[in-house]
T-cell receptor, first 113, second 114 residues
Framework: DVKVTQSSRYLVKRTGEKVFLECVQD?????MFWYRQDPGLGLRLIYF???????EKGDIPEGYSVSREKKERFSLILESASTNQTSMYLC????????????FGEGSRLTVL | GESVGLHLPTLSVQEGDNSIINCAYS??????FIWYKQESGKGPQFIID?????DKRQGQRVTVLLNKTVKHLSLQIAATQPGDSAVYFC?????????????FGKGTHLIIQP
């Protein structure tokens, strides 16, 4: 089975802290994505990557950056966390961009105080 | 902004009945659609997909219908079971094979009444 693993299920951080959310997939997928999920807003794309060291902005990249140094790992970085970044963060991977199944991790629930 | 939306945020059905979850999309160039199921505390899971050259596709207990004329997508779940309780999302690919993945709707919460 495809497995997308997000390292932290729950995090509590303070405003201004730097936050790293890690995601690893084991299916050798080229494409990886970070979404945030908020009640009433659904899933919104933050960043995606279709190759190692490549990254593209999604719909809401402000306040975030990403790193893809290895194919299997895609990290989301909050340089200076703010309370409006309290959310559920979902990592996903896929074999074919825009077609075919996205495989999601279990999510990382971040609370910024 | 999102072009994919759902008609109802919450749908309550009796166990054993059929469920129909609806989704409207606005981009006529969208050529691929997926339904996801998200159970509480878990990430979304793929249910079924359909390409724009089809109007119906069936899976195990689920059927997706696509009406391109009115840009409407629906998910039918037969003989709904307690394990079907979840939030269901439709998602569309906006066409052109772009590298930005899928656009998701806001979700419908399916509640199963005993």
């Amino acid at each position: 089975d495809v497995k997308v693993t997000q390292s932290s299920r729950y995090l509590v951080k303070r405003t201004g802290e730097k936050v790293f959310l890690e995601c690893v997939q084991d299916m050798d997928h080229e494409n990886m994505f970070w979404y945030r999920q908020d009640p009433g807003l659904g899933l919104r794309l933050i960043y995606f990557s279709y190759d190692v060291k490549m990254k593209e902005k999604g719909d809401i990249p402000e306040g975030y950056s990403v790193s893809r140094e290895k194919k299997e790992r895609f990290s989301l970085i909050l340089e200076s966390a703010s309370t409006n970044q309290t959310s559920m963060y979902l990592c996903a991977s896929s074999l074919i961009v825009g077609m075919g199944e996205l495989f999601f991790g279990e999510g990382s629930r971040l609370t910024v105080l | 902004g999102e072009s994919v939306g759902l008609h109802l945020p919450t749908l309550s059905v009796q166990e054993g009945d059929n469920s129909i979850i609806n989704c409207a999309y606005s981009n006529s160039a969208s050529d691929y659609f997926i339904w996801y199921k998200q159970e509480s505390g878990k990430g979304p899971q793929f249910i079924i997909d359909i390409r724009s050259n089809m109007d119906k596709r069936q899976g195990q207990r689920v059927t997706v219908l696509l009406n391109k004329t009115v840009k409407h997508l629906s998910l039918q779940i037969a003989a709904t079971q307690p394990g079907d309780s979840a939030v269901y999302f439709c998602a569309e690919n906006m066409g052109g094979g772009g590298a930005d993945g899928l656009t998701f709707g806001k979700g419908t919460h399916l509640i199963i009444q005993p």
